[in-house]
């Protein structure tokens, strides 16, 4: 080809040559339309998101829980009743606690569920009465209180001494020095009216005869 060129008039290789570089820059210039286009193609947009793959840990299993069951027992009071009862050996109107109240104890037993150490359930699965309750007795007197004893009676007033010789009944014999019989011989001076009876010492000597009667005429 270049000998054949070089045979050429020097007009014609000119003519040739320059056609050549037009041929070359031509197809030069496709192919760097082409790869243009197909960087523009492939390159992304300014509003594209980039996908960034992101790994999902596992969920791990949930644990089972643990449920255990006990037995507890437990203690709860009675309360104790308050009674009153009639009692005749006090007074009416009276009233005093004469038994003092006490509380009684149940005993409850339970059947406790726990889930992980927190009670869930509980279920009663007995109950005794292990200390029975005392009643309070509180006494009430039925009793009627005697009467008032009466107030004494006053006391009678001595009777003012009699002028009369005790010694003598049936008569009054009067007190004094001396007394005879009213219309004998006697000098008094005083004299008592008969007969009188003699019941003691006759000491005015008017029993003369010893009969027991003084003064009989």
Do not use: W
Not at 14 to 34: F, H, K, P
Not at 62 to 73: I, N, R
Not at 181 to 188: P, R, T
């Amino acid at each position: 080809m270049v000998h054949v060129t070089q045979s050429l008039p020097h007009a014609l290789r000119r003519a040739m040559t320059i056609a050549g570089l037009a041929l070359v820059t031509a197809l030069s210039g496709c192919a760097a339309d082409d790869t243009v286009g197909t960087s523009t193609t492939q390159a992304p947009t300014a509003a594209s998101t980039p996908t960034v793959a992101t790994a999902t840990p596992s969920e791990s299993p949930s644990p089972t829980p643990v449920v255990t069951t006990e037995t507890v027992t437990e203690t709860e009071a009675i309360p104790f009743e308050k009674v009153r009862r009639d009692d005749a050996s006090m007074d009416l109107g009276e009233e005093a606690v004469t038994t003092k109240g006490v509380d009684g104890v149940k005993t409850l037993t339970y059947e406790v569920a726990f889930t992980d150490g927190v009670e869930t359930s509980r279920k009663l699965v007995s109950e005794e009465v292990t200390t029975k309750p005392v009643e309070e007795v509180t006494s009430v007197g039925t009793r009627k209180p005697p009467p008032p004893p009466p107030d004494p009676e006053p006391e009678p007033e001595p009777e003012p001494e009699s002028d009369c010789d005790p010694n003598s009944a049936g008569g009054c014999v009067p007190i004094d020095s001396d007394v005879d019989c009213a219309g004998g011989s006697g000098n008094g001076p005083s004299y008592v009216n008969g007969p009188v009876r003699v019941v003691g010492s006759d000491i005015y000597g008017l029993d003369r005869d010893g009969d027991g009667i003084g003064c009989e005429s």
